[in-house]
Structures are given as structure tokens and as C-alpha cells.
């Protein structure tokens, strides 16, 4: 981690699972980075942990390259993951892009409200009419992607690239399938849409429902 804070990241570590879980709640970090190779407790028990008391983003980083246990801690919460062994470039990237989507960047305000829809990027909430919506961390990215271009078309390979980081082209039903998803979570359908407007050909728009 000396090569994070020699690029002028606040940097505090932990050698085991409870340690970085105190160190969590206690310092309230903008970001972890968490082994999931601990000598303590297994680093998917620490990330459920941690997603029990906090939406910080995570990012794993592990020597398990094994497809269905990245997906576990990617189901479970983590926003994204590294493969040992990386260097601290490839390390500061994902974190750039963690936070850019989690909302770190300063174009995106703190609270984003549309209509009767508010999303706090920061507290990583959202709420309806007042009323709290669970959401998966891919949605909620998704969610505060659309947020902070509030009123904009934005286009299916725009969300691909910004939000799943996947900048080659190919089939979008990814974006399909979470936006179905998120229809169904703040009450509409694709044919009776009121906050996620499709523009046919084009792409997709967060925006209050009309009157």
C-alpha cells in the first residue's frame, strides 16, 4: 500500500478481518480494499460483515481467479475485484473507477432528487416518495450514473462503458436485464415507464414523471 499513499492516498491497513472490519466502522473510509485471503475469518464472511453496516465501496483482491467465487463476492456486495499478482497502477485505476461510479467524482453532487426519486451517492440510498428502495450494487451504479445526467439520453454502450467498464462492443442485454430490474423496483414496466424513459434506438433517461 506505500505505493498508494507515495500517490497521495490517505492509506490505513489491517492484518486481519475484525481489525479491518473496526477499522471500517470506526474511520467510516471513502473506499476498501479487501483481501479475501485473511488469516481470521474467510474475506467473503468480512465483506457481509461490512456490507451489514456500511455501503463503502469494496474492492476485492485475491489469488482466486476461479469465476463462481468472484461472482459470490460481486453478488454479495463488492464492487469490483483484482487478481493477484497487480501492480499499484492497475490497483489506483479500479479505485478511480470505483469511486467515479460510487459517485467520488465532484461533478456528481452528494443528493440527486428527480421528482419523488432521491439518490444520496454518498450514503448510497434511495428513496421513493419517502420510502427506502433496496437496491444491488450494480443497480444503485446504475441508478446514480443515470442521476447525474438527470434529463439526458444516455446511450446502452455509454452504460456499458461508465458502469460495467466493459469498453468492447457486444451484446447489451446486460443493461437490459438491470433495467428491467430497476423498473421493477421503483414501481413501473418498460411499457408503463414514469422515472427510466426508453428513447427507442437511442438509449435510456432518468427524468420526473410527467403531470
Same mark, same amino acid.
Request: aromatic share 6%.
Given at each position: 500500500m506505500r505505493a498508494l499513499d507515495e500517490r497521495g492516498y490517505a492509506v490505513s491497513s489491517a492484518a486481519t478481518g475484525m481489525a479491518g472490519l473496526s477499522e471500517v466502522v470506526?474511520?467510516?473510509?471513502?473506499?476498501?480494499?479487501?483481501?479475501?485471503?485473511?488469516p481470521d475469518v474467510d474475506g467473503t464472511?468480512?465483506?457481509?460483515?461490512?456490507?451489514?453496516?456500511?455501503?463503502?465501496?469494496?474492492?476485492i483482491a485475491s489469488a482466486r481467479d476461479d469465476e463462481p467465487s468472484l461472482l459470490r463476492a460481486l453478488d454479495s456486495g463488492a464492487d469490483d475485484y483484482v487478481i493477484k499478482?497487480?501492480?499499484? &497502477?492497475? !490497483?489506483?485505476? =479500479?479505485?478511480?473507477? #470505483?469511486?467515479?461510479?460510487?459517485?467520488?467524482?465532484?461533478?456528481?453532487?452528494?443528493?440527486?432528487?428527480?421528482?419523488?426519486?432521491e439518490i444520496d451517492v454518498r450514503a448510497r440510498r434511495t428513496t421513493l416518495a419517502g420510502e427506502k428502495i433496496e437496491l444491488s450494487p450494480?443497480?444503485?451504479?446504475?441508478? &446514480?450514473? !443515470?442521476?447525474? =445526467?438527470?434529463?439526458? #439520453?444516455?446511450?446502452?454502450?455509454?452504460?456499458?462503458?461508465?458502469?460495467?467498464?466493459?469498453?468492447?462492443?457486444?451484446p447489451d442485454k446486460t443493461v437490459d436485464v438491470h433495467l428491467s430490474w430497476l423498473r421493477r423496483k421503483l414501481g413501473e414496466t418498460a411499457d408503463r415507464p414514469r422515472y427510466l424513459q426508453a428513447v427507442r434506438g437511442v438509449g435510456v433517461r432518468l427524468a420526473a414523471p410527467e403531470t
Open positions: 470506526d474511520r467510516r473510509p471513502d473506499l476498501v480494499v479487501l483481501d479475501l485471503g485473511l464472511e468480512v465483506l457481509a460483515m461490512i456490507r451489514a453496516v456500511s455501503q463503502v465501496p469494496i474492492i499478482p497487480f501492480t499499484a &497502477a492497475q !490497483l489506483e485505476a =479500479r479505485i478511480r473507477a #470505483v469511486l467515479r461510479r460510487a459517485g467520488g467524482s465532484s461533478k456528481l453532487p452528494n443528493v440527486v432528487v428527480v421528482g419523488d426519486l450494480k443497480e444503485f451504479e446504475l441508478l &446514480a450514473y !443515470l442521476a447525474g =445526467r438527470a434529463g439526458e #439520453v444516455v446511450t446502452k454502450r455509454e452504460l456499458l462503458t461508465d458502469v460495467w467498464q466493459q469498453s468492447y462492443g457486444g
